[in-house]
Structures are given as C-alpha cells and as structure tokens.
T-cell receptor
Framework: GQNIDQPTEMTATEGAIVQINCTYQTSGFNGLFWYQQHAGEAPTFLSYNVLDGLEEKGRFSSFLSRSKGYSYLLLKELQMKDSASYLCAVKEGNTPLVFGKGTRLSVIA | DSGVTQTPKHLITATGQRVTLRCSPRSGDLSVYWYQQSLDQGLQFLIQYYNGEERAKGNILERFSAQQFPDLHSELNLSSLELGDSALYFC??????????????FGEGSWLTVV
C-alpha cells in the first residue's frame, strides 16, 4: 500500500507563493492527484499528474518526480480564500485513491 | 457543485443505533466510492461499487455495509453505532472503474454524530 507524507500545517502571506510537498511510496504508481478541502466541505479536484514534470493551471501548478516519489503543489499570488487543507492522493494500479492526511494552509494578511 | 448528492447532511443518533446514508452519483458516472473522514484521520477509503457490483474494499468495518442500486444510487448502512463512528462520510463518483486519470468527484458529505 501507499505511504503518503505531507506537512501537517503551513502558513503563508497573502500575495506570496507557497509550495506544499508530498512524498509517497508505492509499488504500482498510476497517478497523483491534489485536492483542496475547506473545513467541513467536500474535497475539490485541483490537479492530476501521471508523468514527470510540471502541470500548470492558473495560479496552481503541480509537479511530479516518479523516480523520487515526490510531488509538490505550488500556489502563487496567495489569496485569503486559499486557506484550506490540501490533500495529496496517490493511485496504485487500479485501486481507489489513497489520500494523505492533508496540509492545512493558513494565509495571513 | 460537483453533481454528487448526499443525504442527509447532518445526523445525530445514539450508540447502538443504525443509520443509512444515501448518495446519487453525477449523471453518467458508474462508480461510487465511500470515504470516512474523522478529525484526526485523513480520508479513509471504505468501499467502491461499479455499475452495481462491489469493485474494491478498504478498511470497512463488518458493522458497515453498502450497495449500489440499478439506478446507480448507493447507500451506506452503519449499524451498532459507536462513539468512534462519529465522522464526515463522503460519497464520490467517477465515470469509469477508477483507472488512471479518472478523477473522482465528491459530494458535500454527511455529518454523523453518535451520542
């Protein structure tokens, strides 16, 4: 099974850039997802990586290195509304997504 | 709005009782997943159904069961409830079996409080 590790909490300033790291161990890697979850709400899909490299989508980008078992989510031009938990999830073979415990990001003025 | 509908949104019940949580997937999605999220844990996968058949099973307790009906809606049954079952239960759906690239979309969740 997967072993997914991401920092528990991070704090960043409005307008800044923050990078949230995720490391994983899996025997049959088949994709990595990032979700955003505001407290008490549904997780919402942010990005998907299956090949090495950077995927950019507006203010959010996600990077993957399969050989290192490593991904990061980059958030630019932080806004107060970006305060949320960010969940890294790994797909192994055809099994359902396994989620990390999430990184709670606080954006301060 | 993800298109995944869950009811009820909130539920308070006593220990030992049984509850049923209901989920309607997005239009066209054949897979339904159930996840449990408690305060100190991440999203824990419980079970997946695809087109009416059980597809994958996670750490689902024997006191819990689920099914997917011909109209593709799903129900999660939780019985002999314990205080530790208090959690947010999410339903999610995807168009296929969950192969690579199939994004799963989550409903708003059902808050269960066992007292």
């Amino acid at each position: 099974g997967q072993n997914i590790d991401q920092p528990t909490e991070m704090t960043a300033t409005e307008g800044a850039i923050v990078q949230i790291n995720c490391t994983y161990q899996t025997s049959g890697f088949n994709g990595l997802f990032w979700y955003q979850q505001h407290a008490g709400e549904a997780p919402t899909f942010l990005s998907y990586n299956v090949l090495d490299g950077l995927e950019e989508k507006g203010r959010f980008s996600s990077f993957l290195s399969r050989s290192k078992g490593y991904s990061y989510l980059l958030l630019k031009e932080l806004q107060m509304k970006d305060s949320a938990s960010y969940l890294c999830a790994v797909k192994e073979g055809n099994t359902p997504l396994v989620f990390g415990k999430g990184t709670r990001l606080s954006v301060i003025a | 709005d993800s298109g995944v509908t869950q009811t009820p949104k909130h539920l308070i019940t006593a220990t030992g009782q049984r509850v049923t949580l209901r989920c309607s997937p997005r239009s066209g999605d054949l897979s339904v997943y159930w996840y449990q999220q408690s305060l100190d844990q991440g999203l824990q996968f419980l079970i997946q159904y695809y087109n009416g058949e059980e597809r994958a099973k996670g750490n689902i307790l024997e006191r819990f069961s689920a099914q997917q009906f011909p109209d593709l809606h799903s129900e999660l049954n939780l019985s002999s409830l314990e205080l530790g079952d208090s959690a947010l239960y999410f339903c999610a759906s995807s168009v296929g079996t969950g192969a690579s690239g199939n994004t799963i979309y989550f409903g708003e969740g059902s808050w269960l409080t066992v007292v």
